[in-house]
């Protein structure tokens, strides 16, 4: 696991290289989406690139991290169209390249079969943009969650829906019960996984993730499994690392720095 410590405005252009070098090499590659707030300098980097450097998505995929169950199709928080607002329409994806699971399926359990399968389908996720919760989830795989888990329906912590109401007038009770979401196992298939986190709310979280035992309890946990996992993380979310100056030290004396 890398572990780069830096200004958020750094850390959104680093990942913005990742999928620009991705992107450059192979035009029809496969991204991961996440939505909640850390990815978002990244995706205006990626919509400025796209405007005034002519970087194209159009043989891009993406693929959504998770969704709502049961918000409605024009509802602003609906993940569907927070994505929408936010990349998708920014850029130039080509008509239903970025897919999410479907929150307002009669069949929920299928409509998470069928998703895993668009995933395989399309090959993979190639690089996965990923936010942390304060509890450590990521996607929606609350504690507790298997670090096997495939794309299903979950519950809600009462923390998350907490950490969730500012997109719902401060009000806990619109934020949904329940939601569909990658699975531990799903995310883990993709071949690079970039998660981002800023804020000193976000440091235990970090620490957990980052050093802490390897435990469902702190799902995020699971990418010290993984073979190629950034963590991009500024002073604040950085504050609780044991070994955070021997990062910051690892980090500037790269040699022949090649990217993410
Ligand atoms: C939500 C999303 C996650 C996201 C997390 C952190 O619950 N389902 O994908 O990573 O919140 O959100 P933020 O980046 O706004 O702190």
């Known amino acids: 696991m890398e572990v780069v410590i830096a200004p958020a405005e750094e850390l959104a252009v680093l990942a913005a290289d990742a999928i620009e070098a991705l ?3 192979e035009p029809a590659t496969v991204l991961g989406l ?5 990815p978002l300098k990244v995706y205006d980097e990626l919509a400025r690139r796209h405007e005034q450097e002519g970087l194209s998505f159009a043989r891009a995929r993406g693929f959504m991290l998770d969704e709502y169950v049961g ?3 024009d509802h602003p928080e609906r993940y569907r169209n927070v994505i929408d607002t936010e990349i998708a329409s ?3 994806f080509a008509p239903g390249a970025v897919q999410g ?8 359990p299928a409509a ?17 943009l ?22 299903r329906i979950k519950t809600l912590t009462r923390q998350t829906r907490v950490d969730n109401a500012r ?5 806990v009770d619109q934020v949904p019960t329940h939601c569909l979401t990658q699975g531990l196992g799903t995310i883990m298939d993709a071949r690079h996984l970039v998660l981002l986190a800023t804020g000193r709310h976000k440091a235990e979280a970090v620490h957990q993730l980052v050093e802490g035992p390897i435990s469902a309890m702190w799902p995020a946990t699971v990418m010290q499994m993984h073979p190629h996992a950034t963590v991009l993380v500024d002073d604040a979310a950085a504050s609780r690392l044991q070994l955070g100056d021997y990062y910051r030290q690892t980090f500037e004396s790269k040699p022949g720095w090649q990217g993410l």
């Open 71 to 73: 918000l409605a199709a």
């Open 112 to 128: 998470c079969a069928a998703y895993e399968r668009a995933i395989a389908g399309a090959g993979g996720v190639d690089v996965q």
């Open 167 to 171: 997109f719902f007038d401060d009000d």
């Open 101 to 108: 699971p479907d929150g307002l399926a009669d069949d929920l």
């Open 130 to 151: 990923l936010g942390i919760g304060t509890d450590g989830h990521i996607a929606f795989n609350e504690p507790g969650s298997s670090l096997a888990s495939r794309t």
């Open 90 to 92: 920014r850029v130039d």
């Open 23 to 25: 992107l450059r090499r």
């Open 34 to 38: 996440a939505t909640g707030s850390s």
